[in-house]
Nanobody, 122 residues
Framework: QVQLVASGGGLVQAGDSLRLSCAATGRTFNTYGTGWFRQAPGKEREFVAAVRSSDGLYYYGDYAKGRFTISRDSAKNTVFLQMNSLKVEDTAVYYC???????????????WGQGIQVTVSS
């Protein structure tokens, strides 16, 4: 079992930055990835970014490139999502999850943290 606890959400203004954290406890999978997804009201849950536990290799969803940065602290089993130049359309519930590295479909991810709200006001 893997337990994921996400934190760092909140209300910010457009153009601000925010850093989300996802702390993992329990069984770990070095070859797996920890990913971030988000779900805006009335929309499908979409892939944001993922990082591999073993070597820090990462990849992003198209819209996240350039503004979002994913990183990890292996010693603390924690993954971060740094979000810069936030836009109103980034408003969503953000989730972290563990699954096969390389996957972008939420169906591939087995373990999920609780969602955290990120609201960007204009």
């Amino acid at each position: 079992q893997v337990q994921l606890v996400a934190s760092g959400g909140g209300l910010v203004q457009a153009g601000d930055s925010l850093r989300l954290s996802c702390a993992a406890t329990g069984r770990t999978f070095n070859t797996y990835g920890t990913g971030w997804f988000r779900q805006a009201p009335g929309k499908e849950r979409e892939f944001v970014a993922a990082v591999r536990s073993s070597d820090g290799l990462y990849y992003y969803g198209d819209y996240a490139k350039g503004r979002f940065t994913i990183s990890r602290d292996s010693a603390k089993n924690t993954v971060f999502l740094q979000m810069n130049s936030l836009k109103v359309e980034d408003t969503a519930v953000y989730y972290c999850a563990v699954g096969p590295f390389g996957a972008t479909s939420m169906r591939s991810y087995e373990y999920w943290g609780q969602g955290i709200q990120v609201t960007v006001s204009s």
